[in-house]
């Protein structure tokens, strides 16, 4: 199948989305930076009923794992994968239009900033053991895989610029959870206010746990005070 062509998106409204698998889990780390060995992490966390569960990331030893500014690139992939109508293959965006999705000014540091977000997004690889909710069986399953399941761009010889052509895929797990609607709000303009990349990935975390995955009929529904 060839990748989906669109013409260049860019998402200006205040309003958008996030998966809440990703919101809740926090894949990405929010420190700026990370020392550059940092090629492991574990974790365990529990479940909204109370199931532990474990996630691990790594990533090949040329790269480090995800963090700082990749949170906010990853939030702008899944708003253009909406924009571009959820498709079932990879979809095609502008590295302006991503920079703008994201969130950030169109200078030449967030465009290598962007690239080299887009390649630790594709190297890095997560296992989470029994803690990925899929709503429409109303089970937490184990899934192993890379954020940005395929990605392709053009780069000119200073590096990504703001006509370059990037095609990228989503992990099947989010396209699925994208297309069965297990979703939440995300205020993108308040999300963007937030100065520091820690701030804006603590807020990411904390407002998917507002929404309640473990009820019965598996419907999303935000939390009563």
Request: proline share 7%.
């Amino acid at each position: 199948r060839k990748p989906r062509r669109a013409a260049p998106l860019v998402l200006d409204v205040g309003s958008g989305y996030d998966e809440l698998n990703l919101g809740r889990l926090a894949l990405i780390s929010g420190q700026k930076t990370v020392p550059a060995t940092l090629r492991r992490w574990q974790k365990s966390i529990l479940t909204p009923d109370g199931r532990p569960v474990v996630i691990t990331c790594s990533v090949p030893e040329d790269q480090v794992v995800p963090h700082g500014l990749d949170n906010d690139f990853m939030v702008g992939l899944v708003n253009l994968c909406f924009e571009a109508g959820l498709p079932d293959g990879p979809f095609t965006v502008s590295a302006y239009g991503l920079l703008k999705a994201s969130g950030f000014p169109d200078t030449a540091q967030y465009y290598r900033s962007l690239e080299e977000s887009l390649v630790r997004l594709n190297k890095a690889n997560y296992t989470i053991d029994e803690g990925w909710f899929v709503r429409g069986p109303h089970t937490w399953t184990t899934q192993s895989f890379a954020q940005v399941n395929y990605l392709s761009y053009a780069r000119s010889k200073t590096g990504v610029r703001g006509t370059s052509v990037i095609t990228v895929q989503l992990a099947p797990p989010i396209m699925d959870s994208l297309r069965a609607g297990y979703i939440k709000p995300l205020d993108l303009n308040f999300y963007r206010s937030l100065s520091q990349p820690l701030v804006r990935a603590v807020y990411r975390q904390l407002d998917a746990l507002h929404f309640d995955d473990s009820t019965p009929d598996g419907l999303v529904r935000e939390l009563s005070a």
